[in-house]
């Protein structure tokens, strides 16, 4: 069974900095692209980052690009999200994603991880 | 800034049929945006129905079909339950790695 723990969520003043991880089991972790989106509290879904199975390529949405950085180890089955320079407008609930398709990414997403709270406020 | 529109409410009753749609403020949508959807209840992650326009995600009933119509991407639900009753998202991918979540439908069966 396909599994995702996400951790390091927390409460962090504006500015400051995050790291997410996200532990997979369950699948061959390194034919798989991984994607991160949130939700902010009350609010819909919002896709973050994606990173490709060999995470040679990542992509980000607007709002989070020069800030956040996606990266993995495939060694280790573990996503990660550097979260830097935080905002407000962070603070939500963040999954770590499992993609469809070992050949097409944009198949998009699949099996989704319970999620990590973050919160950015003084 | 492309905005991806759904509906912001539907009711359907037990039993009846809904269809769910996903556009877009400037275009139409059609298969090469490989549109997906996904089921959400208070308090859950999200759930995979559909991608790539028609093909159910693992153990997902064949009461859920996705479809284009027009010029939108559409869920359709046939023969709702009650526990059908949740929020629904499109997503739909943009090109170069991106992707962009729809506002979402909250469905009601009563």
């Known amino acids: 069974e396909v599994h995702l723990l996400e951790s390091g969520g927390g409460l962090v003043q504006p500015g400051g900095s995050l790291r997410l991880s996200c532990a997979a089991s369950?699948?061959?972790?390194?034919?798989?692209?991984m994607s991160w989106v949130r939700q902010a509290p009350g609010k819909g879904l919002e896709w973050v980052s994606g990173?490709?199975?060999?995470?040679?390529?990542?992509y980000y949405t607007d709002s989070v690009k020069g800030r956040f950085t996606i990266s993995r180890d495939n060694s280790k089955n573990t996503l990660h999200l550097q979260m830097n320079s935080l905002r407000a407008e962070d603070t939500a609930a963040y999954h770590c994603?499992?993609?469809?398709?070992?050949?097409?990414?944009?198949?998009?997403?699949?099996?989704w991880g319970q999620g990590t709270t973050v919160t950015v406020s003084s | 800034q492309t905005v991806v529109t759904q509906e912001p409410s539907f009711s359907v009753s037990p039993g009846g049929t809904v269809t769910l749609t996903c556009g877009l403020s400037?275009?139409?949508?059609?298969?090469?945006?490989?549109p997906s959807w996904y089921q959400q209840t208070p308090g859950q992650a999200p759930r995979t129905l559909m991608y790539?326009?028609?093909i159910r995600s693992s153990g997902v009933p064949d009461r859920f079909s996705g479809s284009i119509l027009g010029s939108k991407a559409a869920l359709t639900i046939t023969g709702a339950q009650a526990d059908d009753e949740s929020d629904y998202y499109c997503?739909?991918?943009?090109?170069?790695?991106?992707?962009?979540f729809g506002t979402g439908t909250k469905v009601t069966v009563l």
């Open positions: 369950g699948f061959t972790f390194s034919s798989y692209a």
């Open positions: 997503v739909l991918y943009m090109g170069s790695g991106s992707f962009v």
């Open positions: 790539s326009t028609n």
């Open positions: 990173i490709s199975n060999s995470g040679g390529s990542t």
């Open positions: 994603v499992k993609g469809v398709s070992t050949y097409y990414y944009y198949y998009g997403m699949d099996v």
């Open positions: 400037s275009g139409s949508v059609s298969s090469s945006y490989y």
